[in-house]
């Protein structure tokens, strides 16, 4: 699915999502009917493909536990910013997961 972008989302550069000048996001979706290990392999491969092509970027609305240096994908230019704020209001990580900012 290729969701365009624009608009109000391409306005103000004081925000946490770096990818505002983009034309469009693409989505891929897959099902399990394989198996997870078999669709785990297959959006890693979709994934690596668009990104030689349309550069490495991420969506953090959508979390991909493979995702290399998946904190520059996703933050961009945001990620020291998003960080410094995480460590402020969050000093104790009662919002920590695996990809979160502390």
């Known amino acids: 699915m290729i969701d365009a972008m624009g ?3 391409a ?4 925000s946490a999502f770096p990818h505002r000048s983009a034309l469009a996001s693409i989505q891929v979706e897959l099902t399990l009917q394989a198996g997870e290990a078999n669709a785990r392999r ?3 491969v979709a994934r690596d493909e668009l990104a030689k092509m349309f550069g490495a970027t ?3 609305n959508y979390l991909d536990p493979q995702m290399p240096d ?3 994908t996703y933050y961009g230019s945001s990620l020291t910013r998003l960080r410094e704020v995480a460590r402020k209001y969050d000093p104790d990580r009662v919002f920590a997961f695996p990809q979160g900012l502390v």
């Open 58 to 60: 991420g969506y953090v």
């Open 70 to 72: 998946w904190a520059r």
């Open 7 to 9: 608009g109000a989302i």
């Open 42 to 44: 297959a959006m890693g």
């Open 11 to 14: 306005r103000g550069p004081a």
